[in-house]
């Protein structure tokens, strides 16, 4: 499901006061506080813009995948890798 950047920001600023927005349709209490936890990480390594949709994907350079897959072998996890990176943690 595709959210809008106006409600991931609205949603996020609930989260940090510790208010749980209304959930959407089709996605489960747990799954959505999931997603909204991942956003505000995301949020937190590369700031606000990062939620808003890309108009096309971006090409990663060898060099760039070998930095965050040496950032892995390393002993960091790839979850915060990927919220460092701005991508999805199962990517």
């Not at 950047?5 to 959930?23: A, H, N, T």
């Not at 813009?49 to 965050?68: D, G, I």
């Amino acid at each position: 499901m595709r959210y809008s950047y106006e409600f991931k920001r609205k949603c996020v600023e609930m989260y940090r006061k510790g208010i749980l927005p209304d959930i959407p349709d089709g996605i489960t209490k747990e799954e959505f506080q999931h997603q909204i936890r991942r956003w505000t990480r995301i949020e937190d390594a590369n700031g606000p813009t990062v939620l808003r949709h890309k108009s096309q994907n971006k090409y990663w350079t060898p060099e760039e995948k070998l930095k965050l897959v040496s950032q892995v072998i390393t002993g960091k996890s790839c979850k915060s890798v990927a919220f460092n990176a701005g991508i999805n943690d199962g990517q």
